[in-house]
């Protein structure tokens, strides 16, 4: 079955400083894969998405995610950190079959952004 | 272009009661899905329609939740009666036509927040 672990809860980075979170998937065919962020009070916002090619997407915000097939992962980076950055991100991969579409979700990392 | 819009964003309710959360997705997107997010759980998928009809139910919890989309535009989701495990945020997304890649994006809306007491 299709799954998203993103290991880590919580983190907490100073602002300036870079930004990686981890994203690990189980999917059995070439994934399509999502990062998501929910800003306090705002909806699931997409920040990038990878469907194919090029293995670095670049998304809204700076933000860029690199996909390793090798490593089943889909980490999101950032190289400097707005104190603005602080919210909750969310990894998906989309699963569909049979006209059926949905995203599995991970967990969330919440990023607090120290002054 | 106008979002995805939900109603109410917080709703607080005794065990028992009712409500009945309401979604209006991007206009011409034929797609429409529910989610849940349980207190710092991981977002599930509760169920995805295709205009009217149903495409996939499988994530909705119990016979006590009833969704529906009369007409294929805006989308309700009715919890009766509401238990206290039922407390989460609720998010609704649209999406165009899915493509046979699958290639899909989803467009969320803000959430509403059920507090079942």
């Known amino acids: 079955a299709q799954s998203v672990t993103q290991p880590d809860i919580h983190i907490t980075v100073s602002e300036g400083a870079s930004l990686e979170l981890r994203c690990n998937y189980s999917y059995g065919a070439t994934p399509y894969l999502f990062w998501y962020v929910q800003s306090p009070g705002q909806g699931l916002q997409l920040l990038l998405k990878y469907f194919s090619g090029d293995t670095l997407v670049q998304g809204i915000k700076g933000f860029e995610a690199e996909f390793k097939r090798s490593q089943s992962s889909f980490n999101l980076r950032k190289p400097s950190v707005h104190w603005s950055d602080a919210a909750e991100y969310f990894c998906a991969v989309a699963r569909w079959k049979d006209s059926s579409y949905k995203l599995i979700f991970g967990s969330g990392t919440r990023l607090l952004v120290r002054p | 272009e106008a979002g995805v819009t939900q109603f109410p964003s917080h709703s607080v309710i005794e065990k028992g009661q009712t409500v009945t959360l309401r979604c209006d997705p991007i206009s011409g997107h034929d797609n429409l899905y529910w989610y849940r997010r349980v207190m710092g759980k991981e977002i599930k998928f509760l169920l995805h329609?295709?205009?009217?009809?149903?495409?996939?139910e499988s994530g909705m919890p119990n016979n006590r939740f009833l969704a529906e989309r009369t007409g294929g535009t805006y989308s309700t989701l009715k919890v009766q009666p509401a238990e206290l495990e039922d407390s989460g945020v609720y998010f609704c997304?649209?999406?165009?036509?899915?493509?046979?890649?699958?290639?899909?994006?989803?467009?969320f809306g803000a959430g509403s927040r059920l507090t079942v007491l």
């Open positions: 997304a649209s999406s165009q036509a899915i493509p046979p890649s699958g290639a899909n994006v989803l467009t």
């Open positions: 329609f295709v205009k009217e009809s149903k495409q996939d």
